[in-house]
């Protein structure tokens, strides 16, 4: 008898992100997602926007399977909302929450 693997589909949502200030960056981590979807996470796309109502942007901070990125040329004492979706070999996932942050000089 054969048994027919479960279907591969694009992972859930990673936790949301949490961002801590730097001068004109921004720190963010998250948690991976519960469930990845029947493949391993192999990236994270990043965005961000202006809070509360800018157009969202995707942060190009490579390929790689890591929790954390440094979003970079931000301005100072400008808050930014950022989320998070997981990759895998079926596609990009649902995003997280939003998080705000605001990059400040320390």
Do not use: C, H, I, K
């Amino acid at each position: 008898p054969y048994r027919t693997a479960a279907p591969l589909v694009v992972p859930s949502a990673p936790s949301a992100a949490a961002a801590t200030g730097g001068d004109g960056q921004l720190q963010l981590s998250w948690s991976a997602p519960t469930d990845d979807g029947g493949s391993a996470v192999t990236d994270y796309v990043v965005q961000y926007r202006t809070s509360p109502s800018g157009t969202w942007q995707t942060f190009a901070d490579g390929v790689a399977p890591a929790t954390t990125a440094t979003v970079t040329g931000l301005v100072n004492g400008t808050a930014y909302d950022f989320q998070v979706a997981a990759v895998n070999a079926r596609g990009t996932g649902a995003w997280s929450a939003a998080a705000t942050g605001t990059p400040a000089v320390p």
